[in-house]
């Protein structure tokens, strides 16, 4: 069997990362030894030569042997020394250290595999509070997570703040997963996420002295105005925040202009974040979703080659690389969903991925598979894009009653977002009850005067009714966009204003020069005549 001497040369060999070595000769020792041996120093050698396939990536044999260690610690209890009480000379049952728990938890999801993740949990589960680590609180949040399982996610998350209040992706998984969770107790949802704030908050509070328990409670407002979908209370915490060249700082508020659809703000504030930090990979997804609605192709372009260079294991990357395949390819081409699909695996909790894989399925007319991703993207992170999404989805699938049930569950989580309640509206005006559908755009604007997604479809609205004059002036009282100003040159189409149309696109091409759609218009309204 395995002695100190044995011990000490199998360390050094792991310590100085030889680990073929180490485990040729781990295995020449453990084949000359008593394999029911129980010692320490048996199991310390057994457990390091499971450590060096490990970092081979040999996961199956390095289970095998951590599973046989776990296995003696069960079935053969060590010997105690004998003291003053017959009690506590009897031998004992040793539990299996959390260490070891973890070493086949870990080993479990790099094999993968349903019955893998089983597993691991269970391994990690068993470990009593006092032992989990922040790094296994936070692994057993995410897999609950993508299990479906929010509630159980959430009080993870909440361990993991409780033992490193300064864990930033706990707090914002926090937050998530009680917002996903309280969708399941909506009489009840108010009152929880109220509570989940007050928690948080309280944590900073206590340290009310401290520069940096201020600047990470000012953070987690700003969060929490992102998560409830209130994007420009947001963006004030933001500007409030003493660390305004930050970069997730500044990610944060071009997430927020992207979210309200206020594009050149969005795309001003990722243009700088690329040139301070060439290398900077949070929010460049969305940057590229901008960039491909511009119609600005080379720096799409750019920007997946730039990307898949420097960080091709972020799912963000492979989100961009999707995008810049779908701009340059026939609708019909299914290369960008492979691209999209890649992203998932990277990071399973990334519910943007699965968006953007449902829009693909669903614009290529597969839109059952496309509401399953939206479904998944759902139970991950119930967000306002989601609830788009699988609005839009089932409005395609002729599934009204489907579409207005889920737009309803998002003004009920979201009730002062104006993208909620216009998206609403534009089921109702799907449905042909206009007059509900105005109600809801009209809420929308009293939330948000520039909200587009009221604006728009209420200029249609208008339209429909025979008031093109009105929808001229509601269009032309706006702050222009390039939405806006096509949607007014259709109007003037329509009418047959030539020059009014003409000076609608002419702006249009004023505020973004690479836009394909607004240079097509204006060749055809040439080409016509008109």
């Known amino acids: 069997m395995p002695g100190s001497k044995e011990l000490s040369i199998l360390k050094n060999l792991v310590c100085e990362k030889q680990y073929q070595s180490a485990i040729q000769f781990g295995y020449l020792v453990i084949g000359a030894s008593d394999a029911q041996n129980t010692t320490l120093d048996n199991i310390e050698f057994t457990i390091l030569v499971g450590d060096a396939l490990f970092e081979q990536k040999q996961y199956q044999r390095s289970l095998a042997l951590y599973r046989s260690v776990a296995e003696k610690f069960r079935m053969k209890p060590f010997e105690t020394k004998p003291t003053n009480t ?20 870990t080993c479990c999801l790099e094999i993968k595999g349903e019955l893998m993740e089983k597993e691991a949990i269970e391994q990690l589960s068993l470990i009593d509070t006092e032992h989990r680590s922040l790094k296994i609180c936070m692994t057993l949040a995410s ?35 009680t917002r996903v969770a309280m969708s399941a107790s909506a009489s009840n949802s108010g009152k929880l ?10 944590t900073y509070d206590q340290d009310s002295c401290s520069s940096i328990a201020k600047l990470v409670r000012q953070w987690v407002d700003l969060q929490y105005y992102k998560i409830c979908a209130r994007p420009q209370q947001a963006i004030t915490i933001a500007r ?34 690329r040139t301070a930090d ?53 609708a019909s081409d299914y290369s960008s969903i492979d691209y999209a699909m890649r992203a998932v ?38 967000d306002v894009p989601a609830y788009q999404g ?80 009105d929808a001229i002036r509601r269009l032309t009282s706006e702050i222009p966009s390039e939405q806006l100003l096509l949607k007014l040159a259709s109007i003037h189409v329509a ?24 240079k097509e218009l204006l060749a055809k309204l040439d080409e016509y005549g008109m």
């Open 345 to 382: 695996p990277l990071a399973p909790c990334f519910h943007r991925s699965y968006l953007l894989v449902a829009s693909q399925l669903v614009a290529q007319g597969n839109t059952s598979e496309g509401i399953r991703y939206f479904l998944k993207a759902l139970s991950i992170n119930k």
């Open 143 to 177: 897999l609950h997570r993508c299990r479906g399982s929010a509630k159980t996610a959430a009080n993870y998350y909440l361990e993991a703040v409780r033992t490193n209040a300064y864990c930033l992706e706990a707090i914002i998984g926090y937050m998530e997963t």
């Open 278 to 330: 060439p290398y900077f990979i949070n929010g460049m997804d969305l940057f590229s979703t901008l960039l491909r609605n511009i119609g600005n192709i080379n720096e799409l372009r750019k920007l997946a080659d730039d990307t898949m260079g420097f960080a091709a294991q972020a799912p963000e990357t492979w989100i961009i690389a999707s995008v810049a395949k779908s701009a340059m390819t026939e």
């Open 390 to 469: 699988i609005v839009r989805a089932y409005v395609k699938d002729n599934n009204g009653r489907a579409a207005l049930a889920a737009a309803k569950e998002s003004m009920d989580l979201f009730p002062e977002s104006p993208v909620a309640w216009a998206m609403a509206g534009q089921v109702y005006h799907g449905l042909l009850k206009n007059k509900l559908a105005r109600n809801h755009y009209n809420e929308a604007l009293r939330l948000d005067p520039q909200c587009a997604d009221a604006h728009l479809p209420l200029s249609d609205l208008d339209c429909e009714e025979g008031k093109q004059q």
């Open 240 to 273: 409030q925040m003493s660390s305004p060249g930050n970069l997730y700082i500044m990610n944060d508020v071009a997430e927020c202009y992207y979210r309200m659809a206020r594009s050149q703000e969005a795309l001003v504030l990722f243009q700088k974040i």
């Open 86 to 105: 017959a009690f506590d000379s009897i031998p004992k049952p040793v539990q299996i250290p959390p260490s070891l728990r973890e070493k086949i938890a």
């Open 495 to 518: 009418l047959r204003d030539v020059e009014s149309a003409r000076a609608a696109y002419q702006q249009a091409l004023h505020l973004n020069p690479s836009s394909l759609r607004a």
């Open 193 to 202: 996420w109220c509570q989940t704030m007050d928690t948080l908050r309280q």
